[in-house]
């Protein structure tokens, strides 16, 4: 499991000493992060929190999200904007998953309301040419520069991210967003050779873009394998489990917390602790409890409250939160989240309350009279 890999440890030496990690070790995030203890339960949530926010909408406009990304100051304002409405415990960098294949010409755009589309989907072993070597100083130097001007602000942690191997094949083979990854999984089981060196390519691209974010200032790192969930277990250990593994095991020297989330992954759970993930984001179709089970000791949870709810209000929330609180404090190494990315149609105020809420749990002790009865 990955929770023996030493991230409980200090940080790794190859981070230097005015790294914005050595001084928010002791912060809740990373404590929990690294299953120790804290005497209140962190929470964030998961990207594109800003969505339902009045002051996002107004400073993004009608304008392209990959614009948005590729200048710095809009970029770190915005990651800035939930951290300073809800007091959350952790920012997630504000950027996309399919913008290191953007930036190396692949060919994909970000169309708002759709998502990543390539005009010019993967269908050949000659389309790997369309995927070069990443180097974010040359690529991405808008990203590094947005991290830096966030870590100079921020007084938690700043989680950076990559898109899973998996996730980013899908869009880039599909050519849009799919519910049933056809041409993704037709490709997967007839050209297993291309899909290995595809999943190859993609995983150095996640590495390098990854550990670029962490050495500018991200003190943790996130992979979205957002739709991992539409595989089967055989599958993942098969085609996907190998590739996530190496983007894992290449930044373990780092010594950072490295999150592992997807959807619908409640039967992949324990597969995706063991490819190396310190931190397995849930998902609202698994207890937490079952989760647990599923993912062993020694690796922190997070989630995984449904995002539905906090659009149906506060009267919603909170029942849900208890369940989930008092089944996530069970053990140390729990952090509070949804189960994937608020969506825009949530009332900030909802969000607010929540936070303060989860902040205030104290997770009950047994009292006398309940112990007695155990007699």
């Not at 974010?136 to 590094?144: F, I, M």
């Not at 980013?168 to 037709?186: D, F, I």
């Not at 609180?325 to 105020?349: D, R």
């Amino acid at each position: 499991m990955s929770g023996t890999s030493g991230v409980g440890a200090a940080p790794a030496a190859a981070l230097p000493a005015d790294h914005p990690i050595h001084r928010l070790e002791d912060s809740l995030y990373m404590r929990a992060a690294r299953c120790r203890r804290t005497e209140q339960v962190p929470v964030w949530f998961q990207r594109q929190a800003g969505r339902s926010l009045p002051e996002y909408r107004a400073l993004r406009g009608q304008g392209s999200i990959l614009e948005a990304i590729a200048d710095p100051p809009t970029a770190a304002e915005i990651t800035l904007q939930p951290v300073r409405r809800y007091g959350v415990d952790a920012a997630v960098l504000f950027s996309d998953i399919v913008v290191p294949a953007f930036a190396v010409g692949f060919g994909i755009d970000v169309v708002p309301g759709v998502g990543p589309v390539a005009g010019n989907p993967l269908r050949s072993r000659t389309d790997l040419d369309r995927l070069p070597e990443f180097d974010a100083d040359q690529h991405t130097p808008y990203v590094l520069d947005t991290v830096r001007l966030l870590v100079a602000e921020l007084d938690v942690p700043l989680v950076g991210f990559a898109g899973a191997p998996f996730t980013v094949a899908s869009y880039l083979v599909e050519g849009a967003p799919s519910r049933q990854h056809l041409r993704t999984k037709s490709l997967m089981y007839a050209d297993t050779a291309l899909w290995h060196d595809l999943m190859e390519r993609l995983a150095s691209i996640a590495v390098a873009s990854m550990r670029s974010q962490v050495l500018a200032g991200a003190s943790a790192v996130q992979l979205f394998d957002s739709w991992a969930g539409t595989l089967s277990p055989a599958d993942y250990a098969e085609f996907v489990a190998p590739h996530s593994k190496r983007v894992f095991d290449e930044l373990a020297d780092l010594g950072v917390p490295r999150a592992h989330f997807g959807v619908g992954t409640g039967e992949l759970l324990d597969q995706m602790a063991q490819v190396g993930a310190d931190i397995v984001g849930v998902d609202w179709r698994v207890p937490l409890e079952v989760a647990r089970e599923r993912v062993g000791p020694g690796v922190a949870l997070q989630g995984n409250l449904d995002p539905a709810l906090c659009v149906a209000g506060w009267d919603a929330v909170r029942p849900a939160a208890d369940r989930i609180l008092a089944a996530g404090t069970q053990q140390p190494g729990y952090i509070f989240n949804l189960g994937h990315g608020v969506l825009p149609e949530t009332s900030p105020a909802v969000l607010e309350r929540l936070t303060d809420y989860v902040h205030a749990y104290r997770r009950p002790l047994p009292t006398q009279q309940a112990s007695s009865q155990h007699d």
